[in-house]
């Protein structure tokens, strides 16, 4: 009976294709996706109900607290794919950086041993892929319709919603893979960034609902310095009409116009009858921007849906890994803001839900720290691959597991480089972050102050307390462990020349 067994069982993986002991890693990756707009999270305001991302918290586990380096798109990528740092793997900013395909990365490792790679969407990192077997990018921050893409370095055009094209390419290439190998797939989604723009079956898809605002949609940034009143991330001075759909977005041909038109155009019209002012604008676009970034995420879940379904139906669920992620938090109206940035709350946490059959617990939560520097280490431990010692993240296997490392990390280092002036404004800052504290430093010399935040007392990190007596203590604890942080991390100081923004390097002569 027992060698029936386990004859049965390695006809199974045969049939099946999969390595008896390698998982499958499918990381589903989207773009300035909010925890706040998963459902999974819980958010107060009930934003949206996301079922499919949903399944993987019930099936697996659900992080709380998963910090990233640096909020903003390129910079997390690449930390993913290093395990390390922006000061390291070298892209600080997505303005001048430009990702060093030689360096190490986790996709290249498993390619090496015997995975079959493939990474599908959106880039972003200047450099083409490499440690893929194959690629299928959108060119920069790609477009919602009818995308142009780049296919293993060939330009090819596309018609169609984006988020849809990058799961049907997804699922073909999962189909055709050489299924005698275990495989990474990394689905990377360019929704729901901004500009927002929903498929045309999504256009209406919250019956014109009036949300929850946030307590602070109105905030003044008193309580805060130079930097919190400076920055131009606002829905009342920075949403533009493109924003606020009054412009097509780019790529639409003239069928997809008549239908989005079906949608927006009446509502276009209403606004520009009752032209509301002041606060009452704010609340317009408020409604407007959640509309549109909500019916990106809708996609985005079907997208998941479809991924899942595909995995189940062909027998490979058990021993595939499903992670779901983005790139970093976003502000949905809090401090009136729409983008990321900020070492603050919304943007420093991103969603992380990881659904890995015989390891990760369903149903299971956890609030440690964690961060995307993590999740090299934890593929490459999955696959049984030594984990290099310079990449700066650990494993989250045992998290998973439901047990607690009693030296796991208690504090966590911030660092956002793009200085300001510069998109959004947003000036430069480091900081340490701990279970109930932030201590942040704008560093540049026309700001240069510091703010520390007690998120017990002040979840909305409203008013700082920094040089406050009774937080002298807590000061300096979170003092020293900056600079132990800073120097474990080996963060250059000052930032390297390469960081800086709007320094020209001089223009090379084009060849002739
Ligand atoms: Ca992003």
Known sequence: MRRFLLLAGWLLLAMT?????????????????AYQAISAYGDPRKLNETPNIDRLAKEGMRFDRCLVPNSICGPSRACVLTGKYNHLNGFYNNTNSRFDPAQVTFPKLLQKAGYQTAVVGKWHLISDPTGFDYWHILPGQGIYYNPPMIDNGKRVNHTGYTTDIITDLSLDWMKNRDKS?????????KAPHREWSPALRHL?????????????????YSGRGKAEKSQDMTLE??????????????????????????????????????????KDLVRWRY???????????????????????????????ENTIVVYASDQGFYLGEHGWFDKRWIFEESLRTPLLVRWPKTAKPGGTTNKIVSNID?????????????????????????????????????????????SPAVHNV????????????LVRF?????????????????????SMFDKPEYADVQKELETELVRLRKDLKVPDPDPPETIIGKKEPKKKAKE
């Not at 431990?381 to 700066?392: D, F």
């Open 443 to 463: 560093y540049d010399p026309e700001f240069n102050y510091s703010e520390l935040f007690d998120l017990q007392k002040d979840p909305k990190e409203l008013t």
């Open 237 to 278: 001075r920075t949403f533009t009409r493109l924003d606020a759909k009054f412009v097509y977005p780019p790529g639409m041909n003239d069928e997809q116009k008549k239908e989005w038109d079906k949608y927006y155009a009446p509502r276009n019209a209403a606004f520009e009858k009752n032209k509301p002012q002041g």
């Open 17 to 33: 294709g999969q390595a008896a002991d390698k998982p499958n890693i499918v990381f589903i990756f989207s773009d300035d996706h």
């Open 204 to 220: 209406g898809h919250d019956n014109d609902r009036v949300y929850p605002e946030p307590e602070t949609l109105f905030d003044d």
């Open 181 to 189: 190998k275990p495989f990474l797939l990394m689905c990377q989604h």
């Open 287 to 317: 409604n407007r921007y959640l509309h549109d970034y909500l019916g990106c995420i809708k996609a985005v879940d079907e997208s998941v849906g479809r991924v899942l379904k595909y995995l189940e139906d062909n027998n490979l669920a």
């Open 375 to 419: 999740f090299a280490e934890t593929f490459l431990e999955a696959a049984g691959v030594e984990i290099p010692k310079e990449m700066q993240g650990r494993s989250l296997t045992l998290l998973l597991r439901g047990e607690t490392p009693k030296d796991w990390r208690t504090s966590f280092y911030y660092h956002y480089y793009e200085n």
């Open 427 to 438: 000036a430069r800052h480091y900081g340490v972050v701990t279970d109930r504290y932030k």
